[in-house]
């Protein structure tokens, strides 16, 4: 969903509001409308519920409500990790979440990047920063450019 200068500052829940009707992603969109706010964050908080088909029918939900959906990535994530299976593990966990967001029509994807451990900030700076390129060339690759991958502190 791409913004533009006539966009607004938008409210809305970090994840599925509690008092929602219904489990599925779905309901907590409308929900989100009938309250009176007008964004989502799909939490992706222990793995990326959201497959295509679904992904693509809560974007159709969100664009009826005027809805924004926004997502933050699973939390086991760590670009800095020593294991190399560790860091791969964690980039499929942010691509996964932009894939999925951007079958919804979202665009803004955040995670927490990773740990210090006992390495020097700089040093994981840079290995970070290396990961995190590596995930948006994947993404161009893949044509899913209009979903920005947003790197979080903790």
Request: positive net charge; charged residues 30%.
């Amino acid at each position: 969903m791409a913004l533009n200068k006539a966009d607004r500052l938008r409210f809305g829940t970090a994840g599925m509001p509690m008092a929602a009707k219904g489990s599925d992603t779905n309901a907590g969109i409308e929900y989100v409308r009938k309250i009176g706010l007008d964004a989502m964050e799909l939490e992706f908080v222990h793995s990326v519920f959201l497959k295509e088909e679904k992904a693509k029918a809560a974007g159709d939900t969100a664009r009826k409500n005027d809805i924004y959906l926004t997502a933050h990535a699973p939390y086991f994530v760590n670009l800095n990790a020593a294991e190399k299976e560790k860091a791969e593990a964690s980039k499929k966990r942010i691509i996964d979440s932009a894939r999925a967001l951007n079958f919804a029509g979202g665009y803004s994807c955040t995670f927490h990047p990773g740990y210090y451990l006992k390495d020097n900030p700089r040093t994981v700076f840079d290995r970070i920063r290396l990961q995190f390129r590596d995930i948006m060339r994947i993404l161009g690759d893949e044509g899913i450019n209009d979903v920005w991958i947003r790197p979080e502190t903790t």
